[in-house]
Nanobody
Framework: QVQLVESGGGLVQAGGSLRLSCAAS????????MGWYRQAPGKQRELVAA???????NYAGSVKGRFTISRDSAKNTVYLQMNSLKPEDTAVYYC????????????????WGQGTQVTVSS
């Protein structure tokens, strides 16, 4: 089992910044990637950014150039630095950990955090 604990959500004005953190514990060897998804009211949950244990990254087009995902292997923690925030970034952000193929397709183990609210005011 893998447990994910998220922090860093909150309220910010448009153009501001936030940094989300997700600390993983448990059977870390069972995962090879961590990432962030978000879900706004009335919308599907969507991938924001992901990073593998080799350092490869993947971003949603809507956040590319504004958000940066990084990982501290020693702390088993992934971060999402969010800059130039827009009202459309408002959502519940969920940390995710699991296994991915080289084509970024999920397989096997899959774990989720509890979610943290990010609200961006205009």
């Amino acid at each position: 089992q893998v447990q994910l604990v998220e922090s860093g959500g909150g309220l910010v004005q448009a153009g501001g910044s936030l940094r989300l953190s997700c600390a993983a514990s448990g059977r870390i060897s069972s995962i090879n990637a961590m990432g962030w998804y978000r879900q706004a009211p009335g919308k599907q949950r969507e991938l924001v950014a992901a990073i593998t244990n080799t350092g490869s990254t993947n971003y949603a087009g809507s956040v590319k150039g504004r958000f940066t995902i990084s990982r501290d292997s020693a702390k088993n923690t992934v971060y999402l630095q969010m800059n130039s925030l827009k009202p459309e970034d408002t959502a519940v952000y969920y940390c995710n950990a699991g296994a991915l193929t080289v084509n970024w397709v999920k397989y096997g183990v899959d774990y989720w955090g509890q979610g943290t609210q990010v609200t961006v005011s205009s």
